[in-house]
């Protein structure tokens, strides 16, 4: 049994016993935010690879994009790639998003447009042609930005985005989608059969019209260190704490 420097007597005999309950929460706890730190740690790596290889590609001349049965998103996603065909205006749909305004921190509401693009050497795919503000949801009112001919679209290959957990489910009948589910918007604009991906359009120098693509962001948000540091520092608080209490629980003679 310890005693009490203060006094000399022997701690309480269930001093000890009493931090055991606290001892294991604490030690629970403290698994858990050294666990999340850690994990920051492995996400920041994850995001400048990520980082890298986006930034990589879109410098990269651009290609044809793979095959739809020989697509991997691991290997082909973010590569740069060209398609020569025809939009299919009439069956466009629009992704309810954000944009980056003209004024730092401020972003746009509206909408990308995804239409369908057939290939000239066969095949359909969806394009991303960018984004249009919400006064611009009416095709209408950007004819000037339709492309009716044959044309060239240079661009990003990206996946089928998932809808995570706080994201709307979307609602065919009224056209309302908030994420880029490839397969969903093929069947419900009676597509057929796509391609597993899409093509994030290239911005166009000088554009005036809408869409505007080029919205992709190479330069993602990396605070990862920041927040490890702060999942870190919670833990060595909750030792700190936890040490204060048990020495008063121990030593002090009013415990």
């Known amino acids: 049994m310890s005693a009490r420097p203060e006094t000399g007597l022997p701690a309480p005999r269930g001093a000890w016993r009493d931090l055991v309950a606290p001892g294991l929460s604490a030690l629970i706890v403290l698994a ?4 999340l730190g850690v994990w920051q740690i492995a996400r920041k790596t994850e995001k400048e690879a990520l980082i890298g290889r986006i930034r990589e590609r879109s410098l990269a001349a651009p290609v044809a994009p793979p095959s739809p049965d020989a697509w991997n998103p691991a290997r082909d996603e973010f590569r740069h790639v060209r398609v020569t065909g025809r939009f299919l205006n009439d069956r466009e749909t629009l992704v309810h998003g954000l944009a980056p305004g003209d004024t730092p921190g401020r972003a746009l509401q509206g909408y990308y447009v995804l239409t369908p693009f057939e290939r000239t050497d066969g095949g359909t795919l969806l394009i991303n042609r960018g984004f249009v503000p919400t006064e611009l949801k009416a095709q209408a009112d950007r004819r000037d930005g339709l492309v009716a001919d044959e044309t060239a679209v240079t661009g990003l290959l990206r996946a089928s985005e998932p809808r995570g957990l706080f994201v709307p489910a979307p609602d065919p009948a009224r056209g309302a989608w908030f994420n880029r589910d490839i397969a969903g918007i093929a069947e419900a604009r009676g597509l057929g059969p796509v391609a597993p991906y ?3 359009a290239d911005a166009v120098p000088g554009q005036t019209s809408w869409p505007r693509g080029g919205q992709l962001r190479i330069d ?6 920041q927040y490890a540091f702060t999942w870190f520092g919670i833990a060595a608080c909750l030792v700190g704490v936890f040490s204060v209490f048990a020495w ?4 002090d003679p009013a415990a």
Do not use: Q, T
Request: zero cysteines; proline letters at 6%.
């Open 198 to 200: 899409l093509v994030e």
């Open 248 to 251: 008063r629980r121990l030593h």
């Open 32 to 35: 858990i935010l050294l666990g």
């Open 220 to 225: 993602l948000p990396n605070n990862h260190l």
